[in-house]
């Protein structure tokens, strides 16, 4: 076992997978702008770190889980920073959803230094970071990609080495255009449905059972919006950052994204509408909100026959 993990980041998804780590044995450093979540992992065990640098100098597998590239571009350079801080050998895992050119600037500066870098994102919800079933699209050499299966396997059941460092990035922004097209599209739905006065329960039954069904719509929704629950999970904000990050490369690749830039302004226009920090589920609502139309909810405990 490697000895020393640095984790910055104990967010929603952050704090549980630094948990499961902490629990199954691995020795970890954590750093959070927010205190309650560090005292939450210092009480399983883990040392608060002082500094980003005082992290990435006791560390030789240094993990970051912040909100986009800007975080951890942030955490990464200058004389403060990871890589300026280091040792030799160091691994720099970054397992935040950001622009894969932040990737390979970062990836490209941490060999300068003699360091490595790793992408490993996360797939699935936050429920499943609680569970330690979390999927990681993994972009490593091979000998990083070894180092850091114990550490995954301990955060997840299912990984993916997708290729050398970028790949993890790029497969989670393929994956993620899917997953939040899928909200805007049920919320739709779902607020036409409404508008329609069907039953709600109804005309989830037939959704979920026929080729209309998706994940969204069976693994998301029915815990969350549907239930009255809009606590985030991963919030509007978040899915946004994800669709500006696909709408952006899809430019920079010349790949024609229509779907992809009418549901980002959608999200845009439930931001502006001060609802960026709800789940991401919670689009459904914004719908109906904005038109006036009754949010769908299903009673509780509710699952299709
Ligand atoms: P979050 O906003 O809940 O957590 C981010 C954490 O980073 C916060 O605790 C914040 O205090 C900390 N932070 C920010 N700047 C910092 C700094 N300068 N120094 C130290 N700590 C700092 O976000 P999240 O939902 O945990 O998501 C993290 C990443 O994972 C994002 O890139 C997101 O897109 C991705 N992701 C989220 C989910 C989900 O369901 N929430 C699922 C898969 C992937």
Not at 44 to 65: E, H, W, Y
Not at 111 to 126: E, N
Not at 146 to 164: D, E, I, Y
Request: proline share 5%; hydrophobic share 45%.
């Amino acid at each position: 076992m490697t000895s020393k993990i640095g984790f910055i980041g104990l967010g929603r998804m952050g704090k549980p997978m630094a948990s499961h780590l902490q629990k199954k044995g691995f020795d970890l450093i954590v750093l959070d702008l927010n205190q309650q979540a560090v005292a939450e992992l210092v009480s399983l065990g883990s040392t608060a770190g002082k500094s980003v640098a005082d992290i990435a100098r006791s560390c030789n597998i240094v993990i970051t889980m912040l909100p986009s590239s800007i975080e951890v571009e942030k955490l990464s350079y200058g004389p403060d920073g990871i890589f300026a801080n280091a040792a030799k050998g160091t691994i720099l895992m970054d397992m935040s959803t950001i622009d894969p050119l932040a990737t390979d600037r970062l990836s490209a500066e941490a060999s300068k230094h003699g360091l490595t870098m790793v992408d490993a994102p996360v797939g699935r919800l936050a429920e499943h970071a609680d569970r330690a079933e979390c999927l990681f699209m993994v972009g490593a050499s091979d000998a990083d990609f070894k180092t850091v299966t114990p550490l995954l396997n301990a955060m997840g059941n299912s990984t993916f080495h997708c290729g050398p460092v970028g790949t993890g990035g790029r497969t989670k922004l393929v994956n993620n255009y899917v997953a939040i097209t899928l909200t805007q599209v049920n919320g739709e739905a779902l607020a036409l449905s409404q508008r329609f006065g069907l039953d709600i329960t109804k005309t989830l039954a037939v959704l979920l059972g026929t080729s209309a069904n998706n994940g969204q719509l069976r693994m998301n929704f029915p815990n969350k919006v549907l239930a009255g629950d809009t606590t985030p999970g991963f919030t509007i904000d978040l899915a946004h950052k994800d669709l500006s990050l696909v709408v952006n490369a899809a430019h920079a690749a010349k790949v024609p994204m229509p779907v992809a830039a009418a549901v980002h302004e959608s999200f845009s226009q439930a931001r502006a509408a001060e609802f960026g920090a709800i789940d991401f589920s919670g689009i459904a609502d914004v719908i109906c909100e904005v038109s006036k139309i009754q949010k769908p909810r299903v009673p509780k405990g509710w699952k299709p026959s």
